[in-house]
C-alpha cells in the first residue's frame, strides 16, 4: 500500500496562514483524485477539498471556499493545501487520501491549530 505523509500543520493565530504537503510515493498517484480531509476533536472526519488527477478540477466544501486552495505535482508525487485566513473552528487534524472514496487506510496527519 502506497503510504500518505502529511506535513505542514502548526499553531496559528486566526487570521494566519499554513500550507500543507501530502507526500504519495508511488506510481498511482497520478491516476487518482486526491483530497484533503480534516477530523476536529469529537467530531467525524469530514473532506475538505479535492483535485482531478490533472489538476484541473478541484472542489471544496463550503466553510473553506475563498480561503483555501489545493495543488498537486503529480511529477513529485505530492499534493499542497494553502490555508489562509485560518479560522478557530479550522482546528483539526489534517489528511489526505484518495477522493472521494479513500483508502482504507490513513497517514499520521498533521496537526493544525487556530488559536490566539
Known amino acids: 500500500q502506497a503510504q500518505l505523509v502529511e506535513s505542514g500543520g502548526d499553531l496559528v493565530q486566526p487570521g494566519g496562514s499554513l500550507r500543507l504537503s501530502c507526500a504519495v510515493p508511488?506510481?498511482?498517484?497520478?491516476?487518482?483524485?486526491m483530497g484533503w480531509y480534516r477530523q476536529a476533536p469529537g467530531k467525524q472526519r469530514e473532506s475538505v477539498a479535492s483535485?482531478?488527477?490533472?489538476?484541473?478540477?478541484?472542489k471544496y466544501t463550503d466553510s473553506v471556499k475563498g480561503r483555501f486552495t489545493i495543488s498537486r505535482d503529480n511529477n513529485n508525487h505530492t499534493m499542497s493545501l494553502q490555508m489562509n485566513n485560518l479560522k478557530p473552528e479550522d482546528t483539526a487534524v489534517y489528511y489526505c487520501?484518495?477522493?472521494?472514496?479513500?483508502?482504507?487506510?490513513w497517514g499520521q496527519g498533521t496537526q493544525v491549530t487556530v488559536s490566539s
Open positions: 487520501n484518495k477522493a472521494p472514496q479513500p483508502f482504507n487506510y
Open positions: 508511488g506510481k498511482f498517484f497520478p491516476s487518482y483524485t
Open positions: 483535485i482531478s488527477s490533472g489538476g484541473s478540477t478541484t
